[in-house]
């Protein structure tokens, strides 16, 4: 298989034009993070072959579309797995039967009884789509994209419309699946969660563009977009190692950045396990000298490299840097001023709460 899957094409859509040129790996989960109505989803259509593209090429292995040699392999010879938001089983068969037409339309299915074990489906065989809960319907969905043993999986935010507990739940098949068969996944979502759980790459997309690419770790910090907007729950997003618990407590000691942040929680198989730190900037509050005496646990020391005031709204956004970190608070402008805050002066930030990937 070619190490690399290449796009680059151009495509009007509407009010915005697709123009995306980048090589994607083909190993691992890479995924397209974007707003609503930035191109994610058509961008999965055009490589897929459902759409056309105005004009570039696509190529992996062989190639799949050139404008210029008017190349356009149909989407049913493109070696894809494509899994649509909605699952689209087949209402009048039942799950073994959805899965075996699966079976019966790919010349080198995997073995069925291993999908079926896989994705835990024993029980679901003989229920028909309808009486699926949404996370069975995503299971049998996705075991038979995967039963068709394709080269590359195409999956559209495949769990769109579901609580977060059936997405947590579902989260770990889709892992294990990309880790199992060693087969390169596109993912398309605009859930920051899926995106820290799932993502060895992502490409962040803005109306049409690539606005960056690159590994998980890299791009983390531009996921959340600040803003001033009182409704927008704007976060700073770390990378995270655990390298301590306190079981009396139920507190993990995780350090992000050479900074110590206790987070509620236990786990079995801590030392050493990544995750994810969500930071809310309204849940940060600012101290010119270190606290005593507060129930607030977590205490960052860090420098202040920039400050954004709206003299419409009562706010102010405040971002401050530790170690090569930034983290960004919300705070009144009034407290900016009571505070006389001014880029590089050495501030403690108190933060009240902590979100964080709870799978540990």
């Known amino acids: 298989m070619s190490d690399k899957l ?7 859509l509407g009010r915005i034009t697709l123009n995306v040129n980048q090589s994607l790996p083909s190993k691992g989960i890479t995924v397209i993070f974007g707003p609503s109505g930035s191109g994610k989803t058509s961008i999965l259509k055009l490589l897929s072959g459902f759409m056309r593209p105005d004009s570039g090429i696509i190529q992996m292995n062989e190639l799949w579309y ?11 010879k ?44 024993e029980s679901l065989l003989s229920e028909y789509p309808s009486v699926l809960s949404g996370g069975e319907t995503r299971r049998v969905a996705l075991a038979r994209t995967v039963l068709s043993a394709p080269e590359i999986l195409f999956l559209d935010e495949p769990l769109i419309g579901l609580d977060r507990a059936r997405k947590r739940s579902i989260i770990p098949f889709i892992e294990n699946l990309v880790k199992k068969f060693d087969i390169p996944c596109i993912y398309v979502t605009h859930d920051i969660e899926e995106v820290c759980r799932l993502a060895d790459h992502v490409m962040l997309l803005s109306s049409g563009r ?9 791009i983390l910090p531009q996921l959340d977009v600040a803003t001033l907007d009182t409704d927008t729950k704007l976060s700073s997003l770390f990378s995270g190692m655990i390298i301590s618990q306190d079981k009396e407590f139920s507190m993990i000691n995780v350090d992000i950045g050479g900074a110590i942040i206790k987070v509620p929680g236990v786990s079995r198989r801590y030392s050493g396990k990544k995750i ?10 600012i101290a010119l000298v270190p606290p005593k005496k507060i129930s607030i646990q977590n205490c960052i020391e860090a420098m202040i490299v920039g400050i954004s005031v709206d003299v419409q709204s009562p706010y102010a956004l405040v971002k401050a840097r530790f170690s090569d970190l930034e983290i960004t608070a919300r705070i009144t402008r009034a407290g900016v001023k009571s505070l006389k805050l001014t880029e590089g002066k050495t501030i403690y930030m108190l933060i009240k709460s902590v979100s964080f990937d709870s799978h540990l």
């Open 6 to 12: 290449k796009i680059n094409i151009l495509k009007k």
């Open 66 to 76: 050139d404008s210029k040699n008017k190349v356009n392999v149909p989407a049913y």
């Open 78 to 121: 493109r070696p894809i797995g494509y899994m649509f938001q909605d699952g689209r089983l087949f209402p009048h068969l039942n799950v073994l039967q959805n899965l075996e037409f699966a079976k019966k339309r790919a010349p080198k299915a995997m073995p069925l009884d291993e999908i079926i074990s896989i994705f835990e489906l």
């Open 210 to 218: 690539v606005k960056d690419f690159g590994s998980l770790d890299e």
């Open 276 to 285: 994810f730190i969500r930071i809310n900037a309204d849940d940060i509050s």
